[in-house]
T-cell receptor, first 112, second 109 residues
């Protein structure tokens, strides 16, 4: 059982470059999320999608975009990376019945 | 604003009991979650409380008091593998999860 797969697991990126973090789930969950996690701060929601074809902004959406063309995939794009976007990024999906979140293994992004 | 407070770090001894507290102020309440996160790994689900009282699951128990905006996670018979961060999160009136910064638990032999 794969659950949620993120790629890449780690990436070093030059400032100004475009980057897409990929996220795929095989649990057929309707809701999916992108969080960033920084030392000393809680998980912060970047964008979310309640169902395929819809997306919404979270707490820290600036500089990021998402798309949800189908149920399984929810990529996160940084159009022009900046050093403040250095973070660990987690993709998650949720079980509608229980509200429980299932997380991917994370993508560690360093912007130089 | 919405706020979740939990201690930054706690230390306990192997075999002992530890209680990690979480207080919250949110716009509405639709449940409280506890997640465990080992260093360098993804968070994993531990418990969910929506009604007042204690939920027990093996060595872990979670308590909720909605009137006090308070929850705790109780870990018994501590093992070295319990060294991790414990994240408290509240589902608000819009069904958005509000996360605490996490409590890093250090277990000493």
């Amino acid at each position: 059982i794969a659950g949620i797969t993120q790629a890449p697991t780690s990436q070093i990126l030059a400032a100004g470059r475009r980057m897409t973090l990929r996220c795929t789930q095989d649990m057929r969950h309707n809701a999916m999320y992108w969080y960033r996690q920084d030392l000393g701060l809680g998980l912060r929601l970047i964008h979310y999608s309640n169902t395929a074809g819809t997306t919404g902004k979270g707490e820290v959406p600036d500089g990021y975009s998402v798309s949800r063309a189908n149920t399984d995939d929810f990529p996160l794009t940084l159009a022009s990376a900046v050093p403040s976007q250095t973070s660990v990024y987690f993709c998650a999906s949720s079980d509608t019945n229980t509200g429980e979140l299932f997380f991917g293994e994370g993508s560690r992004l360093t912007v130089l | 604003g919405q706020n979740i407070d939990q201690p930054t770090e706690m230390t306990a001894t192997e075999g002992a009991i530890v209680q990690i507290n979480c207080t919250y102020q949110t716009s509405g309440f639709n449940g409280l979650f506890w997640y465990q996160q080992h260093a360098g790994e993804a968070p994993t689900f531990l418990s969910y409380n929506v009604l007042d009282g204690l939920e027990e699951k093996g060595r872990f128990s979670s308590f909720l008091s909605r009137s006090k905006g308070y929850s705790y996670l109780l870990l018994k018979e501590l093992q070295m593998k319990d060294s991790a961060s414990y994240l408290c999160a509240v589902l608000d009136s819009n069904y958005q999860l509000i996360w605490g910064a996490g409590t890093k638990l250090i277990i000493k032999p």
